[in-house]
């Protein structure tokens, strides 16, 4: 099993030894937002302050001295990246998701993974109800009405409707949508889920596949990961079984809905509505839907709260100084052999499904 990957191979405690290298794959945003300074006790690694080009920069000695990786969801960690860092043993992630790194290959080598954990938990939810309100109530439609002086001139607004009462099915029931399925529980929502497997733990009605789910629901909120597997999972045939009073909401992945055709059914009106922090090419966000009231967007915002990165923050240094102390990692991803196509199984963190999006 990989979940003692952290102690193989890992270097003396800190005390004992020079300071570990870190290599970051990009500025760390989570941290400069906070006005909070990387920790002195790593020698972190910047390729951005190096004249060299990337690619060339992870041939340098250097960069082949990393021990650990630090990455988010725009930076991945690819098969071939690891083999160019031969004394890499660690890789922590910032981003809720793992499809930005090759797990695979990283099993291979014996290389730990650390994760984001429960720090995104409930500000993502909080977002993928805020969203799922705003599109049904039309508050974000509502203030532009008033804005720009329509109340006054063209009279009384557009009803919404009320969350209370409303089929919510939820696409992925890890530790996010948990934590959204227990809000809309408290609107008096009826809860359904669709994820890959029926948890043991929970009363929601479970659907095995997306679509089922979508016949059976008034809006579904999209808490899945991004894999091979659920790439375009929120397809035509889905989108059209939620129907012309339905609303889809995506706080996970852009490329788990096939984007065009989303917009495509918005236009003509055979979708209600969407509440969307993220999208398959972002920045880039199609025009139609710029133009579309029963459309909320976000600029992928769920996890920016000043809370959120504090925590977060904590739990990427509280990682680092665990796995070169040689202790347990803080959120650890561990291995399962399941027999999935891509042949490294699923990834689980210390809970069932318990990484950010499952």
Request: charged share 20%; glycine share 8%; with cysteine.
């Amino acid at each position: 099993m990989a979940s003692h990957a952290q102690n193989d191979g890992a270097p003396s405690p800190l005390h004992r030894r020079s300071p570990p290298r870190v290599l970051l794959l990009r500025k760390p945003h989570h941290f400069s937002l906070i006005n909070r300074p990387l920790p002195d006790n790593f020698h972190f690694l910047k390729p951005w302050e190096s004249p060299l080009p990337f690619d060339d920069f992870l041939s340098s000695p250097d960069a082949r001295a990393a021990e650990a990786i630090l990455t988010y969801g725009g930076a991945p960690v690819t098969a071939d990246m690891l083999r160019r860092l031969p004394e890499a043993r660690l890789v922590v992630t910032a981003s809720a998701g793992l499809n930005h790194i090759d797990l695979a290959e990283c099993r291979r080598r014996g290389i730990a993974i650390a994760c984001s954990g429960d720090a995104y938990t409930d500000a993502v939810a909080d977002l993928a109800v805020g969203l799922l309100i705003d599109v049904l109530r039309k508050l974000s439609a509502g203030d532009r009405y008033l804005r720009r002086g329509l109340w006054s001139s063209e009279g009384e607004f557009a009803l919404g409707s009320k969350l209370g009462g409303k089929r919510v099915g939820i696409v992925g029931l890890g530790r996010i949508g948990l934590e959204v399925a227990k809000r809309l529980e408290a609107f008096g929502c009826a809860i359904s889920y669709q994820s890959r497997k029926k948890k043991p733990y929970v009363s929601y009605a479970f659907y095995s596949n997306v679509y089922e789910l979508a016949t059976n629901c008034d809006a579904l909120v999209i808490c899945c990961g991004l894999t091979e597997e659920t790439h375009h999972m929120i397809n035509r045939e889905v989108l059209l079984a939620l129907g012309k009073e339905g609303v889809i909401v995506n706080v996970a992945r852009g490329s788990i809905i096939d984007e065009k055709e989303m917009v495509q059914l918005l236009v003509q009106g055979e979708l209600g509505g969407a509440g969307l922090d993220v999208f398959e090419n972002e920045p880039s966000v199609p025009e139609e839907l710029l133009a579309l009231d029963n459309v909320v967007l976000s600029p992928h915002t769920a996890v920016y709260t000043p809370e959120t990165l504090s925590d977060l923050c904590d739990l990427v240094v509280g990682n680092l100084e665990a796995f070169f102390s040689n202790k347990p990692l803080l959120s650890p991803v561990l291995y399962e052999r399941t027999g999935c196509s891509a042949g490294i199984g699923s990834v689980t963190t210390t809970k069932p499904d318990s990484v950010g999006f499952t």
